[in-house]
């Protein structure tokens, strides 16, 4: 099989063939992110993933689910990835989703009707990274999209009957931006349904704009604290049906997993457990966190 660079994929596809289609990530400009900093963006050629598909096919006796990676795969142009899902439904006729990493422009590319065409094809339960709803943190994280596009790009997945994770980070708009984020952000799961959310802690890394502008103090890192509050704010504004809260990503300092609105009592009460315990000084400190 084919890697190149680093490779990441979401926590929920730790049981799901990686296949690569491309290399680091087109975009590659979000102010926080180090992920693809020093790997230049390519596409592989059709040969290439051809033939991993089939040396997967030899090793796997049965697989359905596959990820495709790198960074934002679904930037690829419909006509580049029907013949990859073509391809795999070849080898892989048991296989129920085709999935990857998408950005909001990477869904902007395709037609409706692509889109459609796509899903037929499994494409399917998207990783979107929107990061945020606040509209003036969006635009500062270099994201890349406004949040008009979000909304009016999440609804054409809505549309097409592709269902998706919405991929955010608590913190995004800094300090004392917690609970107006909370609020946007609910809004605009409210609004768009997806299959789950996979909320991360933004993190300002070493050598990104954003740590740069943390130490200028240009930008206010938000603290523990407000983190949660944050969390608990979007916990309680959530009124979806069956969605997954898929939490547990090593960067949250309260991870868990959980469906929402079932579990949101249970949620709610073991957050607020687990501040009790927590000393003032940690809840008002700004841990540091070595994320994506
Ligand atoms: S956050 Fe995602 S879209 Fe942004 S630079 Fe990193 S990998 Fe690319």
């Known amino acids: 099989m084919t890697f190149t ?8 596809e730790a049981d799901s063939l990686l296949l690569q289609v491309t290399v680091g990530c087109a975009h590659n ?3 926080f992110c180090t992920m693809y900093r020093d790997t230049p963006f390519s596409i592989d050629p059709f040969e290439q993933i051809e033939n991993d598909i089939i040396e997967a096919r030899k090793q796997y006796r049965k697989v359905n689910r596959i990820f495709l990676v790198n960074g934002d795969a679904f930037v690829l142009s419909a006509r580049r990835l029907k013949p990859i899902a073509e391809k795999i439904i070849e080898y892989f006729p048991e296989v129920e989703v085709i999935t990857m990493y998408s950005s909001i422009n990477n869904i902007k590319n395709k037609t409706d009707e692509e889109l459609v065409e796509l899903r037929k094809l499994r494409v399917n339960e998207l990783w979107v990274g929107v990061e945020t709803a606040h509209g003036e943190a969006l635009k500062y994280l270099n994201k890349g999209s406004t949040i008009e596009d979000t909304r009016s790009q999440l609804k054409r997945l809505n549309k097409a009957g592709m269902d998706f994770f ?12 917690g609970i107006e984020t909370a609020i946007e952000n609910a809004k605009l799961i409210n609004a768009t349904n ?14 990104t704009p954003l740590k740069k ?11 523990e604290r407000e983190i949660y509050e944050e969390m608990i704010k979007t916990i309680e504004l959530i009124d979806t049906d069956d969605l997954i809260y898929y939490g547990a990503h090593a960067i949250n300092t309260i991870p868990f ?4 609105p079932r579990d949101k009592k249970i949620a709610l009460n073991s957050i607020e457990g687990r501040i009790a315990e927590l000393s003032n000084d940690f809840l008002d400190s ?5 994320s994506i």
């Not at 997806?194 to 050598?207: D, K, R, S, W």
């Not at 502008?213 to 603290?223: P, R, S």
């Open 194 to 207: 997806p299959v789950g959310i996979a909320p991360t802690t933004l993190g300002a890394n070493e050598g």
């Open 166 to 177: 919405y991929g955010f980070m608590y913190g995004a708009a800094g300090k004392g931006r």
């Open 29 to 31: 400009k979000c102010n």
């Open 213 to 223: 502008d943390v130490e200028k103090g240009i930008f206010e890192l938000a603290t």
């Open 257 to 260: 997993n959980c469906i929402l």
């Open 286 to 290: 700004v841990p540091v966190r070595h």
């Open 5 to 12: 660079g680093p490779i990441y994929r979401p926590p929920w």
